[in-house]
């Protein structure tokens, strides 16, 4: 628990009603995306600036408690909610400015409470482009996609998030202030900080400005829809296209169980027997996007395509995108309990992983929807269970173990975008290893010597397992 006294310090830094205590208020900041984690916070805490950022953070270093930032708590691995009990989240609501938009560089400087969708829209009025796009953009936070890492359905040809964070304004895990990086596309001097902050899961510093760069707006798109009688048909398509050399700036794809939960969401008129389907775009010259277009067409039919849909229109081409995005809400309404993982290979691995998935979620007697960013290896094997049947759990526990054990075999990772959190803060040692997870370790004992910025989180408590326990931490109750 908070204490008395650091309550009253809280109050006097942050005046005015900027400090919540009340129960109402603490349980709503008690859980984020990811199911069954989290505890409430022993308070909430709405600065106004970043000098109040670092006076909170200096007194979470006197008094003793534990800071975690919080954007929109769209995460899906428990990074913005409460591991211990004496946490104050950090929110950043009203934080929504887009204080510039720099047409000359290229760049704009935003708030990290800005809606990613809303600086998508504030730029493509200049003709510009800000290309992250994760599926929950019209409500997660610039805030959280730097501190995640994260990524979108247009990751396969333009990247994630830290390929467009040019500068940073962060509050130090000691209440400094620092800018890293800058408008400058060329910067050498000395270890690059910035670098080292994306993906920080708001362990290593609290974003209070960020930087972005922008990139030309693609001048057209053509959207594709393939479907497909077998899964293992559009596996082997997205190795063509891509051994082809296109790289499209959108190849998703969804299984049979993700079509029909999204079909009786969307009403996209999808025949019901269908395996698999991929949502591909091309963009760029409407030459250019065009050939490339036909040709997807092609490899897809080649590859057993039942049928392949051009959107005749940019309506049809945002119904389209629109419905994918809606994959995991449309999956959440199929059981009372949704977890939604990013195990991640390697592309030329995704047809033997999409195998593996479905093996392993058929032996366990589990339902998996997969769905994801296929085109870059990212898939979203997602089970849906009662999590008040300890059987159902215990098999979900047992199928993903195995799902993390087979992407890690097949070169891959844990996670491709959402970050380790307390969700998989168990399976980093077995991704990276021994001495890097020291290495990382003894990173964030030296920045946060107090571990005052979101402690719990990526690290599991126990400094070294010989035996790592496999196990869905999340499912075996664990918090802290
Ligand atoms: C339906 C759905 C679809 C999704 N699709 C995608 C997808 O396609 N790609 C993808 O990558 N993710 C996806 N996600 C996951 C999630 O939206 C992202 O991780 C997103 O970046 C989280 O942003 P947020 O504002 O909600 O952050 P939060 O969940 O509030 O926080 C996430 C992390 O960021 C930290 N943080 C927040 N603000 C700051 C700050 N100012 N300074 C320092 N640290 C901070 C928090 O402490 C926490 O560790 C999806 C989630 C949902 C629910």
């Not at 019901?272 to 250019?288: F, K, R, S, W, Y």
Request: glycine fraction near 10%; aromatic fraction near 4%; charged fraction near 25%.
């Amino acid at each position: 628990m908070l204490s008395d006294r650091a309550l009253a310090a809280l109050r006097e830094v942050v005046p005015g009603d900027r400090v919540l205590t009340a129960r109402e208020d603490l349980l709503t900041y008690a859980a984020d995306a990811t199911p069954l984690m989290g505890r409430p916070p022993s308070a909430v805490v709405v600065p106004r600036d970043a000098e109040e950022v670092s006076e909170v953070v200096r007194l979470a270093n006197e008094e003793g408690f534990a800071i975690v930032p919080r954007g929109a708590g769209t995460g899906l691995s428990g990074g913005a909610v409460p591991a211990s009990e004496d946490a104050v989240v950090l929110l950043f609501h009203g934080w929504n400015e887009i204080a510039e938009i720099d047409l000359g560089n290229h760049m704009a400087w935003v708030e990290p409470g800005v809606i990613t969708a809303d600086l998508h829209r504030a730029v493509e009025d200049h003709d510009l482009f800000y290309p992250p796009d994760p599926g929950s953009m019209r409500v997660c936070t610039i805030g959280g996609n730097v501190a995640e890492n994260a990524g979108g359905l247009r990751g396969l040809k333009y990247g994630v998030t830290k390929d467009y964070v040019q500068g940073l304004e962060v509050v130090l895990p000691t209440g400094e202030f620092v800018r890293m990086g800058g408008k400058a596309v060329k910067d050498a001097a000395g270890y690059d900080l910035k670098d080292l902050m994306v993906g920080s899961e708001g362990t290593l510093g609290i974003f209070t400005r960020v930087l972005v760069r922008l990139v030309a707006r693609p001048a057209s798109t053509r959207t594709i829809l393939a479907t497909f009688r077998t899964l293992g048909a559009a596996g082997e398509a997205v190795a063509a296209i891509l051994a082809a050399r296109i790289v499209p700036s959108m190849l998703e794809l969804l299984d049979r169980t993700t079509i029909l939960a999204v079909e009786r969401y969307a009403r996209l008129g999808l025949p019901q027997d269908l395996a698999a389907l991929l949502l591909i775009e091309t963009d760029g010259h409407p030459v250019v996007a065009s050939d490339e277009a036909r040709a997807v067409s092609r490899l897809c039919k080649a590859h057993g395509a039942r049928e392949v849909r051009h959107a005749a229109t940019a309506r049809e081409a945002e119904d389209l995108r629109t419905a994918r995005r809606a994959a995991f809400s449309a999956l959440a309404r199929i059981g009372p309990t949704t977890i939604l993982e990013d195990a991640t290979v390697p592309r030329s691995a995704v047809p033997a992983m999409l195998e593996r998935i479905h093996e392993i979620a058929a032996r366990h007697g589990v339902v998996f929807g997969i769905f994801g960013h296929a085109g870059d290896g990212n898939l979203h094997p997602t089970c849906v269970l009662d999590a008040r049947e300890p059987d159902e759990v215990a098999r979900a526990e047992a199928a993903f173990e195995e799902v993390f054990a087979a992407a890690i075999a097949l070169g891959g990772t844990i996670t491709g975008e959402h970050g380790v959190g307390l969700a998989k803060r168990r399976f980093l040692e077995l991704q990276v290893g021994d001495p890097a997870l020291r290495f990382m370790r003894e990173v964030k004992r030296v920045m946060d010597p107090n571990q005052v910025l979101n402690p719990g989180k990526v690290f599991a408590p126990r400094p070294r397992c010989e035996h790592p326990p496999i196990g869905h931490p999340r499912l075996a109750g664990a918090t802290a």
